[in-house]
């Protein structure tokens, strides 16, 4: 077994010399029981394309101790009884390494279990039995100093299969070969007909494409698939592990998967393999990755062809024409395919070929792992995916020769034209084409950013101080300034950053002697995109603007926010925020943000720590609890943050103020800390603080100190206290409702809190409302707030909150439904109480026709206060997304006239709730956008709820046709055609502006409701 200790990997890595064993890196995974073949019908984005992969159809999860110990050692299992087991998986899955973990652990924890590990690739042409008696014993034989195998050690090993002591450990059945071309049919066949193996306990693992791929013989066997790692728990004590001889190259490449853009690279290496090639690549570039992604992935690429590549034989001729297909495949399907990355079988054959045939492409590439099934469709027929959806991007850049695929503009007539580059699923192809290596793409490369930079959307003229072009114009300009990052050659690099910067953080204008700003969408995106661009380039200008004269000392606070997200480990980047912090004319916040950017971008950076253990000692308190809670994110290990508010939650000689702020940041950064949980309880418990600083301690456990039994006993204490004010009493329960969930002591101490008569009605709210958050299904609970409700002698808005805590935690009671309904149907209540249990029989059932009647006819009342009105509205957004009813009332009070504001906005954000794609709230919040009678901000929650609802074309097309020409045109009408310009095809987009004075259908729609009566 010591020679199948080494990694399968080890034959690609031993050229940088690393050959590691299997215990020097495992890292413990988790598997699923199947209980059928997925069946996964939605598409998914490709920054998770390891979702892919995940089984849809399973029975149970395990942890990797727990398969361990139920489905081996105690065989409870469905089919086999524990007998009978298979762990599929992807190419690189961990299979290998999971049984190599088996077998040690069977060996040591079953007692008088004989393992043997069976390589399938190696029985070439021989039986498993031949195999066994005649390869595998005579070794055993050799070993004991014998030549061949003797009739004795034959009959003993025969009695050791009856006796059920055997575990074969076959490894790689998608590696046998077999004379009937099915490995499946063939090892069937092997296990039936050798009657000895049968009283074999059996593991073996294989590739999900082998086993899903066709008739399957082996149905009598319990089928578990590996899980991927997680991130980044798992993912970084690999990385840790592998790097364990060089612990700072693997903490920077730790570090480095953070950055902002490495989402894919994030999903992609929750496989094992593909994080050894990971680390490998780090390795072997001296902790740096590429230059550009494409390079990346084409490492990618030549490492997995060498990753047993002899189980898997490959000329260059054969990897070069499958690259092509592969590519074209790739292309096509983000092109046409209505699931661009789960691929139909007949999609698949029209590039690769039959999977029947052993010489098609198609059989190739699932030999090699690139295509693997992830299900079957509602035809029953193979589903496929790439080995990860990013090395699908990359073959489709690699398909891609002529940059006017992406973008083909034809001025006066865009409609002819292509816009690739304004198409969501192709940004990240385009970034890989643009980093490919070729030399005859350079110039090509050059016009096609040249192109975007030049970009006329011909939607309206822009000569606005804080807008200065158009929607798509922007749009195209960020795709220019990420490309830079891959296409490092280009010439107008430099420019292009620093108009970047411009749009991100404004300019001085000479003129008018001031610093001038971009609009908050253009501020807030041109930031973005800094994190996408030429890393170094973007922070060379960003420290030349913070060093400007010119720059406010605002803006300066928002460059050293910005230098904190993509300066990592860079030098420049780390002086500038140094300068800055050892400047004397900044105030201390932004002294502050430097220093926090520095601790981040260069941790345990003694400078940065330095100024924020300084800052403590500042005379502005708030820059002082700044400072520590500071020091516990940059540096969480960093002990003097905490002891240092803990000392100023100790000092006699500060401001309760000030203890109160301190308490309040150990709240954020003291999470689990004995050493603050200890502080604050004592804060709680002494006579010499007020009562705002004892709330602020009690709020600050709520936030720490989960499942923590010293805090949860102390804030029961402080609830059953004689000497605190409702107030404190109150926050006690609101804390105990956040870290007592499912505590017996703190549950009943709230019951207790809640049938107290001594205690005010707001007290007895906050109870009711915690109860709500830790009782869940507790019989105890459900009682006491059915009790409540009950009740004569309750407060009405006691009563509102116990309806809505029932409704959390009384799912499926009877005994909650039945009070819930009888409260709504009581005379005996007034309106405004009922509102409660309406909403609380919508969440058991969300069309629940007696709740939504009661909220309509509440809307509709002359005889109830706005409050009231707006609450009934508030309740209506709780109901189903897409209810009509509901839908309907909210429109017409949203146009009524005999409504005050808050109402007004009640019921648009009720309508961003429930009105997802509803073309009549999409109308409605339109014409509220556009009414001259309305206020800002009125206005502005139709532009927010609006971004919320619009989900399909047609509605943003209708949304772009009503505003282009709207007279008022303004920075809340920008808003909501920034957001459409962001979903739309620019060709969809231009002939919606250039459509004016169109009424839509929507709109006519809405003018036939607007008093009409539901019910």
Not at 419 to 425: L, N, W
Not at 622 to 642: C, F, H, Y
């Amino acid at each position: 077994m010591a020679e199948r200790r080494k990694l399968t990997t080890n034959p690609l890595t031993s050229t940088e010399g690393v050959a590691l064993q299997v215990d020097d890196v495992y890292v413990p995974l988790g598997l699923v029981e199947r209980k059928k073949q997925s069946k996964r019908q939605g598409d998914i984005s490709p920054e998770q394309g390891s979702e892919l992969y995940k089984e849809t159809e399973i029975t149970k999860t395990f942890e990797h101790d727990a398969f361990l110990e139920e489905v081996l050692k105690q065989k409870n299992t469905p089919k086999s009884q524990g007998k009978r087991i298979a762990i599929i998986g992807e190419p690189g899955a961990g299979k290998t390494t999971l049984l190599q973990q088996i077998a040690d652990w069977v060996s040591r924890e079953i007692d008088q279990s004989i393992v043997i590990w069976v390589s399938l690739a190696d029985l070439r042409e021989k039986e498993l039995k031949s195999y066994l008696f005649e390869t595998w014993l005579t070794q055993v034989a050799e070993k004991r100093g014998k030549a061949e195998a003797t009739k004795q050690l034959k009959d003993d090993f025969v009695a050791l299969f009856n006796q059920n002591n055997v575990w074969l450990l076959l490894d790689g059945l998608d590696e046998m070969s077999a004379s009937s071309g099915n490995p499946l049919t063939e090892i069937a066949r092997q296990f039936r007909e050798a009657g000895l193996i049968s009283q074999a306990r059996i593991v073996l693992t294989c590739r999900v494409n082998l086993w899903d791929g066709s008739s399957n013989a082996l149905d009598d066997f319990d089928t578990y698939r590996s899980l991927d790692f997680s991130y980044p728990e798992q993912v970084e004590r690999f990385i840790h592990k592998w790097f364990a001889a060089i612990p700072e190259t693997g903490k920077q490449l730790c570090t480095a998967l953070k950055e902002s853009g490495k989402e894919r690279i994030q999903d992609l290496v929750k496989n094992p393999l593909r994080l050894t090639l990971l680390c490998l690549n780090w390795q072997s570039g001296d902790g740096k990755l590429p230059d550009t992604q494409a390079g990346l992935y084409q490492q990618f690429v030549d490492d997995f062809y060498k990753w047993k590549k002899e189980e898997f034989a490959t000329n260059y001729d054969q990897r070069q024409q499958l690259n092509i297909k592969l590519g074209e495949l790739a292309r096509e399907a983000i092109d046409k395919e209505a699931t661009p990355f789960r691929l139909r079988q007949d999609f698949v054959n029209r590039f690769l070929g039959n999977p029947d045939d052993e010489n098609s492409l198609l059989k190739l590439a699932i030999n090699r792992g690139w295509l693997n099934c992830v299900g079957i469709d509602t035809n029953r027929k193979p589903v496929y995916a790439f080995f990860h959806a990013s090395f699908q991007e990359y073959f489709a850049a690699k398909a891609i020769d002529d940059w006017h695929f992406f973008l083909n503009y034809v001025p006066k007539n865009p409609s002819q034209g292509t816009y690739r580059i304004f198409e969501p699923q192709w940004k990240q192809t385009i970034l890989l084409w643009l980093g490919r290596e070729e030399e005859n793409l350079k110039q090509q490369k050059q016009q096609f950013i040249d192109a975007l930079v030049n970009f006329k959307d011909g939607c309206g003229k822009w000569n606005r101080e804080d807008v200065d072009k158009g929607f798509y114009e922007y749009r195209a300009y960020f795709l220019a300034a990420a490309g830079i990052a891959e296409f490092r050659d280009d010439s107008r690099a430099d420019e292009i950053v620093k108009q970047i910067v411009k749009w991100g953080f404004g300019y001085f204008n000479s003129k008018k002697q001031n610093w001038i700003k971009f609009s908050s969408l253009i501020e807030e995106k041109a930031r973005l995109t800094l994190q996408h661009t030429d890393r170094i380039k973007a922070i060379t200008a960003l420290v030349q603007l913070l060093q400007s004269k010119d720059v406010d000392d605002y803006t300066r606070y928002q460059v050293a926010d910005s230098l904190g997200k993509i300066g990592t480990g860079n030098e420049f980047a780390i002086t500038g925020l140094v300068q800055l912090l050892q400047s004397t004319n900044v105030s201390d916040s932004t002294r502050w943000q430097a220093a926090y950017s520095l601790g981040k971008i260069d941790p345990g950076n003694e400078i940065a720590i330095a100024a924020l253990m300084q800052l403590l000692q500042s005379t502005d308190v708030v820059t002082r609890i700044q400072a520590a809670e500071s020091l516990g994110e940059i540096d969480p290990d960093n002990k003097i943050a905490i002891a240092a508010l803990v000392q100023l939650l100790q000092l006699n000689d500060v401001y309760d103020k000030t203890r109160m702020l301190a308490a309040s940041s150990l709240g954020k950064i003291g999470t689990g800390n004995e050493f603050a949980i200890a502080a604050l309880v004592q804060l709680l418990q002494s006579t010499n603080v007020d009562n705002y600083t004892r709330r602020q301690a009690a709020k600050s456990l709520g936030e720490i100190g989960t499942g923590n039994e010293f805090a949860i006993t102390a804030l029961v204490q402080l609830l059953q206290s004689t000497n605190v004010d409702n107030y404190t009493r109150r926050q006690a329960a609101e804390s105990l409702g956040k870290i007592g969930i499912g505590n017996k002591i703190a549950i009943a101490a709230l019951v207790q809190l809640l049938q107290s008569t001594d205690v005010n009605h707001s007290t007895r709210w906050q109870a009711a409302k915690s109860l709500g958050e830790i009782g869940t299904g507790n019989e105890f609970v459900i009682a006491a707030l059915v009790q409540l409700l009950q009740s004569n002698d309750v407060h009405d808005n006691t009563r509102m909150q116990a309806a809505s805590s029932l409704g959390k935690i009384g799912t499926g009671n009877e005994i909650a439904i039945a009070t819930l309904a009888q409260l709504l149907q009581s005379n005996d209540v007034y309106e405004n109480i009922r509102m409660q249990p309406a909403e609380s029989l919508g969440k058991f059932d969300p069309d629940n026709e007696i709740a939504i009647t009661a909220l309509v006819q509440l809307l509709q009342s002359t005889d109830v206060d706005n409050f009231t009105r707006r609450e009934a509205a508030y309740r209506l957004g709780e109901i189903r997304t897409g209810n009509e009813i509901a839908i309907t009332v909210l429109v017409q009070l949203l146009q009524s006239r005999n409504l005050d504001d808050n109402t007004r906005r009640q019921a648009a954000s009720s309508l961003g709730k429930i009105g997802t794609g509803n073309e009549i709230a999409i109308a409605a919040l339109v014409q509220l956008l556009q009414s001259t009678n309305m206020d800002d901000y009125t206005r502005w929650l139709a532009v927010f709820n609006l971004g919320k609802i619009l989900q399909h074309n047609q509605h943003r097309f209708a949304v772009v046709k009503a505003l282009s020409s709207y007279q008022l045109f303004d920075n809340n009408c920008s808003s909501v055609i920034w957001n459409c310009a962001q979903n739309m095809p620019y060709t969809d987009f231009y002939q919606a502006w250039h459509q004016h004075n169109v009424t839509t259908r929507a709109m006519r729609s809405l003018k036939k409701i607007l008093f009409t009566r539901i019910i």
